[in-house]
C-alpha cells in the first residue's frame, strides 16, 4: 500500500533522530495522549522531574516532618512534577482531535499541579505567621511569590481562551493568544525550575535537608533538556498567526 504523505508522522520511529530536532515528534494518528509523555526526549524530562521530587521528598522524609511547613517543599515538589506532564501533554498534538484532548489534559494536570501549589504556599504562609517571620527574605522568597502570581495569570488566562473565548471577543482573537500562553508557559516552567535549585540556597533545604544544589541545577537541566527539543517553533513564533 503506497505511503500517505499527508500522513502524521509515527513517534518513536527510526526515522526521528535520538535526541530531536525542534519540535519533530509528533503524535502518531493512533497513538493514545498519553503517550505523548514518554515521546521523544520526554524521558530526559521524566527523568530530571524524578530526580528533582526524590531530591526533595528524601530530604523531608530522612528529617524531622514539620507540620506545616514540610508540607511546602512536599506539594511544591509534586506540583513541579505535575507541571512538566503538562507541559509535555500537548507537544507533540497536531491534528484538531488531539489538540482538543491534549488541551483538556493540559488543563487537568495544570489544575492539579494549582491546588499543590495552593497548598505549598498556604503551608509556609501559616509556618511564617506561627513562627513571627517576615516575608521576601531570600530569592527563593521573592521569585516563588512572582511564580504563584504568574501562575495565577496563566490560568486564569489560559482557561478562559480555551473554554470562553467569547471573553475576547470569539475564537480567533482567542487563538492569536495561545502563542503568548505557550512562551508564558514555558517561561513558568523554566522559573520553577530555579526555585527549586533557588530552596538548596535556603538554611532549611541546604543546611538541614542537606539537598545538593549540583543535584538539582542537574535534574533542572535534564528537564529543560527534554522539553526544549519538543518544542515546535511554528507554535510560538511572534511574528505569525498559530493555533
Ligand atoms: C518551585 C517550587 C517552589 C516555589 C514556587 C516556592 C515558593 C516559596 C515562597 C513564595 C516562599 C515565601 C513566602 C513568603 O515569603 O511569604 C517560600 C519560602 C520557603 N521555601 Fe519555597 N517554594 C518552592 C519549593 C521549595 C522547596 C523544594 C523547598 C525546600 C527544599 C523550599 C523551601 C522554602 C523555605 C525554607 C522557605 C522559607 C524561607 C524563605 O522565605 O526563603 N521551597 N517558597
Redesign the pocket.
Known sequence: MPSDPHAAPQSGTEHEPLLGRPGDVSQGRTDPILKNLITGTAPLAQAGGLILTAL?FG??FTHKLLIPFSL??LL??F??LVGIQAVLIPQPTHTAAQKRIGARVHAAFWATALMA?VG??SA??VH?KRAG??????W??I???A??ALLVLQAAVGATMYFFPAVYGGVDNAKSLYKYHRITGYTILSL??V??VL??R????GTI?G?KTWATVLGAVLVVAGVTPRIKKQKVRLWTSSS
Open positions: 526533595v530530604g523531608v511546602h517543599p511544591n515538589a506540583a513541579v501549589f505549598a504556599l509556609v504562609e511564617k517571620l517576615g516575608h521576601f527574605e531570600s527563593h522568597a521569585l516563588g511569590v511564580i504563584y520553577l525550575l526555585n527549586v530552596a538548596t535556603t538554611y532549611y533545604g535537608l539537598i
